[in-house]
T-cell receptor
């Protein structure tokens, strides 16, 4: 029974397209996140949502928009995809406060061609 | 704000030898510390975490780490490594004051186990 699940696992798309990545957690956690892992494997937080409220929005292009229909879901929508958006995107969740640690999904490898 | 420095981008070790992966952090507030492992083409798996209490933390797969506040370090150790330990290891930090500030990661250390 997967704790944090992301779909799709792989996504290949052309420049200029709009795409979404879905994330669901069944842990009852209050906070969800999106992280980006670049080609050098560096991980950086993009967004976090706490009870459907955006808490952090790092310096991410506004082509990226998180959408949370409820506490268990945090989807990532990307408009006008660019080559530089190619990366692995990880969804994660944590209880609030975060002492329980963070649980990560298995990642979505996005390739923009 | 926090930052994490993993001093070695790559560590080659012979099988059954001990290993230490170094991690230093910087923060103006109290922190929680984590080590994650990422096997090739897989997600992130939590190895261990320090929240409070004993500074020596034991994790999965025989790994342990020691929190040293004065040296702002959280080095990861294993007394005897196996081929299956070949992976990327990430040290991470978050503020301990609550809220949703997420994790700040180091750049990772690639552990290479040589037969």
């Amino acid at each position: 029974d997967t704790a944090v699940s992301q779909t799709p696992k792989y996504l290949v798309t052309q420049m200029g397209n709009d795409k979404s990545i879905k994330c669901e957690q069944n842990l009852g956690h209050d906070t969800m996140y999106w992280y980006k892992q670049d080609s050098k494997k560096f991980l950086k937080i993009m967004f976090s949502y706490n009870n459907k409220e955006l808490i952090i929005n790092e310096t991410v292009p506004n082509r990226f928009s998180p959408k949370s229909p409820d506490k268990a879901h945090l989807n990532l929508h990307i408009n006008s995809l660019e080559l530089g958006d190619s990366a692995v995107y990880f969804c994660a969740s944590s209880p609030n406060p975060q002492g329980g640690g963070y649980t990560f999904g298995s990642g979505t490898r996005l390739t923009v061609v | 704000a926090q930052s994490v420095t993993q001093l070695d981008s790559q560590v080659p070790v012979f099988e059954e030898a001990p290993v230490e992966l170094r991690c230093n952090y910087s923060s103006s507030v109290s922190v929680y510390l984590f080590w994650y492992v990422q096997y090739p083409n897989q997600g992130l798996q939590l190895l261990l975490k320090y929240l409070s209490g004993s500074t020596l933390v034991k994790g999965i797969n025989g790994f342990e780490a020691e929190f040293n506040k004065s040296q702002t370090s959280f080095h990861l150790r294993k007394p005897s490594v196996h081929i299956s330990d070949t992976a990327e290891y990430f040290c991470a930090v978050s503020g301990s004051g609550g809220g949703a500030d997420g994790l700040t990661f180091g750049k990772g250390t690639h552990l290479i186990i040589q037969p």
